[in-house]
């Protein structure tokens, strides 16, 4: 009999055995790095890690920025689409469940202070690696910051509005 996980994308379990959990050598791994890079790449050549382009979007002078967050976002809405009519599953043949979110008001204090720290840094999450292998040092700061207030919202969870 095998046993397969099923990839729901709240959290992932980490206890089932298949192939995708067994340990792997660290090379295996490099897949990850190279895709970072090239990831890395592609935010530097689109200018999404310039603290200059972030400012002129937060001001509404420039539609540079959303363009791409919005290309992203569409990007996004047709693959989740596509995931769901052809019930697509992950490389291991595992399904993949995308469960329904509910919206309640902690989604706007979050996404308000998301914002904030955004325009204030010059910085979202995922250009953060990216400006730091630009010698962008300074963000240094920023990171160290996020991972800060991921390891609070950790703490706090179980307190807060859900």
Request: glycine letters at 12%.
């Amino acid at each position: 009999m095998t046993h397969h996980k099923v990839t729901d994308i709240r959290h992932q379990d980490t206890n089932c055995t298949n192939e995708s959990n067994l340990k792997h050598p660290w090379y295996y791994n490099l897949k990850y790095l190279l895709a970072g890079i090239i990831f890395g790449i592609i935010f530097v050549k689109a200018e999404v890690i310039s603290w200059f382009r972030i400012q002129e979007m937060f001001r509404l002078q420039s539609f540079h920025m959303y363009g791409i967050i919005g290309s992203a976002v569409l990007v996004g809405i047709i693959s989740v689409g596509l995931i769901k009519k052809f019930n697509i599953k992950t490389i291991y043949g595992e399904p993949i469940i995308i469960p329904s979110k509910k919206f309640n008001k902690g989604q706007i204090y979050g996404g308000l202070i998301f914002g904030f720290g955004w325009a204030i840094t010059g910085a979202c999450p995922g250009p953060l690696f990216a400006q730091i292998g630009t010698g962008a040092l300074a963000v240094s700061v920023t990171l160290l910051s996020a991972v800060a207030g991921t390891w609070v919202y950790g703490y706090f969870r179980d307190k807060l509005p859900h």
